[in-house]
């Protein structure tokens, strides 16, 4: 056992569909410290969620945990029955979705909402969660929290619903908080509101924090270590700064050039990854990168590379080229420029 | 080619919402209210804002999809809105759109070609077609083989083009662009948007960028008006909005873009807006941003800001607009 809050060692996730198996994650491993944040990124199909899901114990038929473990908190997950998973859930694990509308209940008051996950866990009074669920509010920012528990989840604004999620989450004062596109479905404004919201409410609980998302800006300012996932495998994992600063795998410097970013120079094309990523159905033999790659050579078309320490050892990277690409992509620079 | 090839005055959209059957009061919902801009061949401006603003509905008026409570557009020195019959037909072919869902906007049961042909066939020029669809997807970065297909065998940045094939089939001079690279993943948002900027090059087209993604805004526009609540609070070019907005909500807008820099991150100085969007059925009495800004004084209460420049260089709609913030 490590001292890690969250170990996730080679975890495999299959689907069945009409057209064959599909391995939506392919032997994923990475842990999470006590009061860490852990970004995945990656875009849609990458495997990101699913790994998340299979965290919280919610993969459902057809798919299924096909290998690997999931420890939490010094416990296999992998074997505890449902009725513990059950204790878990809201309580040490707590998770929030990228929808508040479709993740509340229509039909019950908000605060009868967050008083229920209470009542669940770690409150007996009914008159005290409902108490608290008050409080849960105003943390997040809800003005006239008292009043405003009694509403239903129509009656709140997109940016107020997700902060009535997360007051959900951290009710039960979690371990690990796992926030999935916590803001994506939000404006730019309510978004910032929402993430200063979610590191109050970080501060406050000391969990630590899987935050699932595709925007690199939120990660910028939210992560303290990030894991790029493509195609169900990671590609790199390293520190904030490594990733940014110092990305040794051409996905990861690929996503970063294509950003148009607000100091950039304008109309200046952007540097695209060429071509679109592969069916997982129908992955590529070699590195899944390697028919859209700029540095791919001809053994990348047939054998994968490890995911390998790249400098200090909590950088690594999945790529054959990784130790020449600096050099690499500073000649591909000039070229372009 | 004289004047700028759409002109936007007092543009005016309210919509009239009953009163449901569990009761609310009804009312107008004020989208779009006295909206001006003008846009020039070969020109992008970029509409922005968040949801509720007014800036697709801005669009959808341009376009003539929605008609005006009031104000006026002129494209190419006509009046768009007294047009009839052949001329407006003849207006049609020369705006387009291009949707910001490439799932939802193509037809599933019509191969590419028919997708692609179905503007010249309603135009009576069906004669073209054979010669014009594969140039179409020549143009936008497809195979002329793709054209027998359907739209579900195509991924997400592929219906795009297809969609922005589509909008070019008539050689029109305006293409409304709504959130078009929104719904795609990061890498193939970029390919979509270089895409966008070689075809404008290429064609002359002038672009009305609709979008919420400052970042992406910044990038493809010239000039980029910024709406709130139906109204556009500052407009100029685009560097100059960037770097030296002058309203307060552009500033806070701007601030509240992540970057992708986790150095920049760490020390910028983020304006976090309190609250929500009021409802565009009762919206603010003055300046309708007054209710979230820390500007705010009695003046904005009772006196609308009028879109002026106010030193900036640009208009602001703002009683006290910075003059040079980001100096």
């Known amino acids: 056992m490590t001292d890690a809050l969250l170990d996730v060692r080679d975890l495999q996730v299959e689907f069945d569909t009409e057209d064959g198996v599909v391995t939506a994650v392919n032997g994923v491993s990475f842990s999470v410290e006590p009061g860490e944040t852990l970004a995945i990124v990656g875009e849609s199909g990458s495997g990101k969620s699913v790994s998340a899901l299979s965290i919280m114990g919610l993969i459902e038929k057809p798919g299924r945990i096909a290998r690997g473990h999931v420890d939490f908190d010094n416990r296999d997950l992998r074997s505890i029955p449902e009725r513990e998973y059950r204790k878990l859930r809201g309580g040490d694990l707590a998770m929030i979705f990228q929808d508040p509308l479709s993740s509340l209940n229509p039909a019950f008051r908000v ?11 770690t409150y007996e009074s009914k008159k005290a969660a409902r108490r608290q669920a008050a409080v849960l509010l105003d943390v997040v920012g809800i003005p006239q929290a008292g009043d405003r528990a009694r509403d239903y989840p129509h009656q709140f604004s997109g940016g107020m619903r997700q902060r009535a999620m997360i007051a959900m989450a951290i009710a ?6 796992i926030a999935d596109e916590p803001t994506t479905a939000l404006d730019v404004t309510i978004q910032a509101q929402v993430l200063e919201v979610l590191r109050k409410a970080q501060r406050e609980t000391d969990a630590a924090m899987l935050l699932i998302t595709h925007d690199l800006g939120v990660v910028a300012g939210m992560a303290d270590r990030v894991v790029v996932m493509y195609a169900g495998r990671i590609v790199e994992e390293g520190t904030l700064d490594e990733l940014f600063y110092a990305a040794r795998h051409p996905y990861t410097i690929g996503l970063l050039n294509s950003l148009p970013r607000l100091d950039s120079d304008r109309r200046k094309p952007l540097r695209t990854i060429p071509g679109t990523p592969p069916s997982v159905l129908n992955l590529p033999p070699g590195c899944a990168l390697a028919p859209r790659c700029l540095y791919v050579q001809d053994h990348c078309l047939e054998d994968r590379p490890e995911l390998t320490a790249v400098g200090p050892e909590t950088h690594r990277s999945a790529c054959f080229r990784s130790a020449e690409l600096p050099a690499l992509v500073g000649v591909v620079t000039d070229a372009s420029s | 080619m004289s004047g700028p090839l759409l002109e936007v005055d007092g543009l005016v959209k309210h919509f009239d919402v009953k009163a449901g059957y569990f009761g609310g009061d009804g009312g107008v919902v004020h989208a779009v209210d006295d909206v001006s801009f003008a846009l020039d061949r070969n020109e992008t401006l970029g509409l922005v804002g968040e949801s509720g603003c007014g800036k697709s509905t801005t669009g959808r008026l341009v376009l ?16 768009i809105h007294s047009l009839r019959g052949r001329a407006l037909r ?3 072919r020369r705006m387009q759109i291009v949707f910001q869902d490439p799932y939802a906007s193509l037809n599933p049961r019509m191969r590419v070609q028919e997708i692609l042909a179905e503007p010249m066939v309603i135009q009576g020029r069906r004669r073209e077609v054979k010669a014009r669809v594969p140039q179409l997807l020549d143009m936008v970065g497809l195979h002329s083989e793709h054209a027998t297909r359907y739209p579900h065998e195509f991924s997400g940045g592929q219906r795009q083009r297809i969609g922005i094939a589509r909008s070019l089939a008539l050689d029109p001079d305006l293409v409304v662009l709504d959130e078009p690279v929104s719904a795609l993943d990061v890498s193939i948002q970029a390919q979509v948007l270089n895409l966008l900027a070689e075809l404008q090059e290429r064609l002359g087209l002038a672009f009305l960028f609709i979008a919420h993604d400052l970042s992406v805004v910044r990038h493809i526009s010239d000039r980029i008006a910024v709406m709130y609540l139906g109204k556009i609070v500052e407009i100029g070019a685009a560097a100059a909005i960037y770097s030296g907005a002058g309203h307060p909500y552009t500033q806070a807008l701007l601030s509240a873009v992540p970057e992708p820099d986790p150095r920049r991150e760490r020390a910028r100085r983020r304006i976090v807006l309190e609250g929500d969007l009021p409802s565009p059925i009762d919206p603010p009495t003055g300046c309708r941003f007054r209710t979230r800004c820390w500007k705010a004084q009695e003046l904005c209460e009772t006196e609308e800001p009028a879109l002026v420049d106010r030193g900036q260089g640009h208009p602001v709609a703002c009683h006290f607009a910075d003059v040079s913030v980001n100096a």
């Open chain 2, 90 to 92: 003849d207006l049609r």
């Open chain 1, 111 to 121: 605060g009868d909402q967050i008083a229920e996950a209470l009542l669940t866990h």
């Open chain 1, 172 to 177: 039960n004062k979690p371990k690990l908080l």
């Open chain 2, 64 to 79: 003539r999809l929605l008609e005006p409570t009031s104000g006026t557009i002129c494209f190419d020195g006509t009046e």
